[in-house]
């Protein structure tokens, strides 16, 4: 009987053998292989088994590739600047450099649980002055290509964390951090102008083997459209008022314009009678976020007592001020057509503005219209020229036929805004720019940066839409680098998506401090093969990354335009009920007691276990008992027959290479759930065999090996207990033979007219003529009557039909 498994001795056996012999070693012949996790920002309250799942894909991942013949490329590193590193710290009331050095040091204790082959001399923390050095140089950069620039702006404002947040980071109606509803304030910001890159972030998707749902939401958020610019002039003024439309086919049925409160013109658009009204509505429009705006709820507005002029047909049509007009939208102006948009529809039921249909199916007009007509096809009517006319023909024709009328211009448009690049915390980069008052904006010498934050005792947030840093004058005060006068630093910091944007390519180069990263290490270990994340990320940090990436291809940083060639993400583990895990709700796991219990392989291997790993899925501890007996049963079966000389039988070699296609085919297609099925299915049909006739050793040498990856302490024990004294990851990933797979025989039911008589046993490759003879000798004096058909279906059935 073997010695039973100790999992807590085998693992700390095994962790010190790893760190004085590591198993991942680049010997500068194998070919590289970049696989990476979404790095964690340091919160106070530790990893929970969630965060686990994530970490434990990426290292079975990488230990899989390492077998396959690959260097790793496997780091680990902390996005500890920003909201939530300072929300903690003010929370516990320890500066935020302190507690964020703490947590880091738990969260890697955490980490280093887990087993993971993290190159820790890659490590880089986007609060090290090391590392943002390069974060401020990107952006000095951007300035100078003229893609940061600053702008007085009408932002969503968090009163709670007292910062911008850009409408990414707005959630319905709140803020992304603490859920407190978002307002407007209207403050000077520092923009990057990602809608430049627009075009190639649309384009390029198509290059991405990324989840199609990904791809999609950017294509949504980029929200490219084609359709015309028009000019509607203001009645009794020289001011003209453009619009943005999809629709230009509809420009006969626009019956009245809505403005966004924030517009240039709306205040000037009131008359004696309307300048109350609408000077207040523009002040509660400035009170919410755009996202609440944009919300599906009952429309409201404001008249301004002014009229603009239908440039196609002449018509006088009222100007309307409404928040869910966006003035960073389009132009801040809609032409309203009632007849054929729900939300414009609604808004002229409420407001009792005229209604002209100008599409109609088979040309007939509807009489009492209850709800807009916005089928995507039709017939002209009300449209004067164009009646007549197929709509879907017309719309592509239109913004042609305004441009030529002089009227408008074809154009296309984004929904993709620039992003609001500024925050008014003190936990972030400083921004490495200096105000003159003679040379205006000038960025920081390259060889000054990085220009580090100050060490203050104050950090909580102003309130006054100021950073801390402002109340420094010895910090803020300084001369100007260009003309010697006395100058002032930028005050506000970089938002927490900064230095995520392109930390992955410093882990390849982290100690150089002449560059970013050097050309020999980008050409040579750059682009990320593999990315592993949450789905959360994929219009925040994910698309921030294509455009850093294709800024830093552009001035010839790097040779490659997109960041990461796969892309997988992973689901939640959430706490019972489907309840997001979290400290405030209780229902937090901690991984640290399930590790004892029960050893870090079988924690691994359930975390897999748990469901499909792209979906979200309900953690129960209980189920680690079926994973905890599965290793042991293999420890058990390994060391009962490790020493036992057994000849391989057919049985055994095709159990083996069945065993090797089924792994192999489930993890190549990240089926992992199934993979750990497939090995306690593949364990028990050992045993049999085991109790049977014994088990080879090249069968339990393939297995521990495919096991590897899963459970890597467990596997370098039995690879050592079956004789070798090379790890397990020395060795190459085994390969299945589609012949030795095949069965010698078959067995098949024989029918008659449907009906199966009898089972019979013939072999796999027999063929149809042989089959069925041997069929109709089985059945005997079964088979009467007149033979009409005789079928065959290979390894399934034989039928004979009779009559």
Known sequence: MATPYNHRAVEQKWRKIWEEHPVNVNDGKKPKYYCLDMFPYPSGNGLHVGHWRGYVISDVWSRYKMLQGYYLIHPMGWDAFGLPAENYAIKTGQHPSISTAKNIANIKRQI???????????????????????????????????????????????????????????????????????????LRQWMLRITKYAERLLDDLDKLDWPEKVKKMQTDWIGKSYGAEVDFPVEGREEKITVYTTRPDTLHGATFMVLAPEHALAKSLATDETREAVEKYIFDSSMKSNVDRMQDKEKTGVFTGSYAINPLNGKKVPIWLSDYVLADYGTGAIMCVPAHDDRDFAFATKFNIPIIQVIAKDGKEIENMTEAYTEASGVMINSGDWNGRESAELKKEAPMIIEKMGIGRKTVNYKLRDWVFSR?????????????????????????????????????????????????????????????????????????????????????????????????????????????????????????????????????????????????????????????????????????????????????????????????????????DGVYRFLNKFWSLVMDNKDKTVEPTKEMIKLRHRMVHTITQRLESFSLNTVISGFMEYNNKMIELAKKEGIDKETLETAVILLAPFAPHLSEELWQQLGHTESVFKNTWPEHDEEAMKDDEVEVPVQINGKTKIVISIPADISKEDAIAKGKEALGDKLTGNIIKEIYVPKKIINIVAK
Not at 163 to 179: I, P
Not at 462 to 477: K, R, Y
């Open 424 to 624: 008014q915390r003190y936990w972030g980069e400083p921004i490495p720019i200096i105000h003159c008052p003679h040379c205006g904006n000038v960025p920081v010498p390259e060889d000054q940066l990085p220009l580090r934050l100050p060490d203050v005792e104050s950090y909580e947030p102003t309130g006054t839409g100021e950073s801390p840093l402002a109340a420094i004058d010895e910090w803020v005060n300084t001369t100007c680098p260009c003309c010697g006068a006395p100058a002032k630093r930028e005050t506000n910091t970089m938002p927490q998506w900064a230095g995520s944007s392109w930390y992955f390519l410093r882990y390849v180069d982290a100690h150089n401090d002449k560059e970013l990263v050097s050309k020999e290490k980008a050409d040579k270990y750059l682009p990320v093969d593999m990315y592993i994340g949450g789905v959360e990320h994929a219009v925040l940090h994910l698309l921030y990354s294509r455009f850093y990436t294709k800024f830093l291809y552009d001035i010839g940083v790097i040779d490659f335009d997109e960041p990461f060639h796969k892309l997988f993400n992973q689901g939640m583990i959430n706490g019972k009920n489907g309840i997001k895990m979290s400290k405030s709700k209780g229902n937090v796991v901690s991984p640290d007691d399930l590790v004892r219990d029960y050893g870090c392989d079988s924690l691994r291997m359930y975390e897999l276990f748990v469901g499909p790993p792209e979906l979200d899925a309900e953690w129960d501890d209980r189920g680690i």
């Open 112 to 186: 280093n649980e887990i087993a993971a082959i993290y190159d820790w001399d890659m490590e880089v923390n986007t609060t090290d002055p090391d590392f943002y050095k390069w974060t401020q140089w990107i952006f000095v950069q951007m300035f100078k290509k003229g893609l940061a620039y600053e702008k007085e702006f009408p932002i969503n404002w968090c009163p709670s964390c007292k910062t911008g947040l850009a409408n990414e980071e707005v959630v319905n109606g709140c803020c992304e951090r603490c859920g407190t509803p978002v307002t407007k304030k209207n």
